[in-house]
């Protein structure tokens, strides 16, 4: 097994490296903040290790909070208030509620449970050896009062609107997550352009033929996750705010743009009806493409009964 520890001293075996516990995953024992607060203050970065541990995981292993465990948040606000740079990482097997580490760390590294290569993998990464490309499989809430949580929610009767009181919202924070499903960062960044459809009216023996160009607009070679997403506006039941179909990954240099493309049949809109029926229903779409559930450029297309034309 090579631990965060190991790898890190691997790949800079020439760096001064401080460690210090700090305290355990759970319980109150706050003893080792102190040397963990004197290796911070005396080192240039600190590199922060937090989160659950194994046996918080699987069957019977259900928590009532989404905090990090025992004293590990106000060990994280100790280590923030040295003024030094923090980079949080995390070893958790579920989303957690992270607002406050969010605001206050330079970075967040999601690096879940990997296993015996967790040490050189999360090392790959710190150290830009390799350049992340991974997109959240879960939605982060921001706070767990908002959980049930979840990108594919079925449509209220009074979708939130800030200026409107008696709408699906909160009155102490927003109604939208911490971090969408499909959320992730790289050591560059990405833009979007120019969606089209090769067609915006189709039958149900059609597919969706959708383009869209993807630039590098930073300094790295990288690749791109683009997610498409689609949401029927009316169906004989409630239709999901948007259901992810497909996704493509583009390597681009930098400055370099691609023109990804997405083959999308439209059997595969299909979902079980009123009369317990399985199949396409004839209506309006919404089509999102971008990088995650919740960002990106949209068009509209419909399906009709018939040959489409």
Not at 164 to 189: A, C, R
Not at 228 to 235: A, P, S
Request: aromatic share 8%; proline share 6%; with cysteine.
């Amino acid at each position: 097994m090579v631990s965060i520890l190991d790898g890190i001293t691997k790949a800079v075996p020439h760096a001064i490296l401080r460690h210090a516990p700090g305290c355990s995953v759970e319980g109150p024992d706050t003893s080792g903040f102190t040397g963990a607060i004197k290796a911070a203050r005396e080192s240039q970065v600190v590199l922060l290790v937090v989160g659950e541990s194994s046996r918080m995981s699987g069957e019977a292993a259900s928590r009532s909070s989404l905090d990090l465990p025992g004293v590990q948040e106000e060990l994280v606000r100790r280590v923030v208030a040295t003024g030094k740079p923090v980079v949080l990482i995390l070893m958790n097997g579920r989303p957690l509620c992270i607002s406050w580490e969010a605001e206050h760390a330079g970075a967040i590294l999601e690096s879940w449970f990997l296993g015996v290569q967790t040490g050189n993998a999360v090392a790959d990464v710190l150290f830009g050896d390799y350049n992340p490309t991974a997109r959240l499989p879960v939605t982060f809430p921001g706070e767990v009062g908002q959980v049930p949580i979840y990108y594919n929610h079925k449509s209220t009767g009074r979708p939130p609107v800030d200026t409107l009181k008696f709408t699906s919202q909160y009155l102490d924070l927003p109604s939208t997550p911490l971090y969408p499903f499909g959320y992730g960062l790289s050591y560059t960044k990405f833009a979007y352009s120019g969606l089209s459809l090769e067609r915006s009216r189709l039958s149900k023996a059609d597919t969706l033929r959708a383009t869209i160009r993807v630039t590098n607009s930073g300094t790295r070679t990288g690749e791109e996750t683009v997610q498409l997403y689609v949401h029927q506006e009316i169906g004989s039941v409630t239709r999901p705010v948007k259901e992810l179909k497909a996704f493509r990954k583009v390597r681009l240099a930098p400055k370099e743009s691609a023109v990804v493309g997405f083959a999308l049949p439209v059997a595969q809109l299909a979902f079980t009806g009123l009369q317990m029926r399985y199949g396409v229903e004839a209506g309006e779409f919404q089509l999102s493409a971008g990088p995650n559930s919740s960002e990106g450029l949209q068009a509209t297309f419909s399906v009709v009964e018939g040959d489409g034309h």
